[in-house]
């Protein structure tokens, strides 16, 4: 049985819920698809840290990268890599600096350990037994930093929310703001000692901490790669090394046609086509040219929901990225 589906569609005509056995392939259209790819702020990426590292330090990463050909940075992602079934793959990503393109890979990864101070606030239960003045937001004493990493230990603690998520069982370095390499904590006001015990703030209380301690971290370095010396090459190499197949080059059966017909019918959103085991010629078509098919077993094989992502063809004429997953 075929099921055909757009995006948002968990059944059709009651022939499949969310939780049956199924193929799917979605499509979801790139407008630019060049630009997918393509840094060209250094800036636009964030730092895995509740706050961000400064636009300066991110340039300075960005050259030196296109500069050496390598750089190191903490919880900082120039590129990643995915699960693609059972696989690590790279997700394509390249940078330019105006004159050269290059491709940036990822070399190493590997977890350290940094001695860091945490802010955090803790969700109490009852009123100071001291009677203590809770402080409320905004706290005019705090610096435009300092105000910024009150509001984000806030987020953390499920302030803004209503009811607030109860957090106090949570285990210690879950939801605190980490004081980088590239925060002040000589000028902040909340560590070694916040210059308030208690913030009240949407009818629910919070006690202020800081902590230093030894704190994991992911460290990663990249490579940069030279690809080409235009934009024409730069995109020619997209062509050749990204897309896996205009489809428009081969000759496609009426099966296959249609299953890119309607996973692609969702436009300008992602839309997909379902299936239910054992796969159709047509779907296993369209995967061999996505080069896919070899990496997608017998329905029976997996035992977990599974995915094959950022696979790249153009289809009347327009490029998406399509994902084939694996419902149980």
Known sequence: MTILGVAGVTSVAGCLSSGDSRFRLSAYPKENSHEEFLWTDPTAQRAQFAIDYPDKYK??????????????????????EYEFGSEQRERPQFATDGDRYYRIHVETVRTVERDWWEFYLDLQDSEPSDGTEPATVPIPSLSDRDQQILQRAMEAAAADRDPAIDVVDQEPGSRGVTYHDHLDTEGSDLVPSPSFEYLQHNDHLFQARAEQDTISVTERTFTAEQIGGSRSEYEQHVRDTVLEVDFSTVSLSSEAADVLDTATDGRPVS??????????????AVLTYLDAADHVSEHSEYEEYTTFPNLYAIYDGSWYEFEVAVYL
């Open 59 to 80: 340039r300075t990463v960005y050259d030196e990268l296109l500069t050496s050909g390598s750089v190191t940075v903490l919880k900082y992602e120039l590129a990643y």
């Open 271 to 284: 839309g997909f086509y379902e299936e239910s085991p054992p796969m159709s010629d047509g779907l296993n």
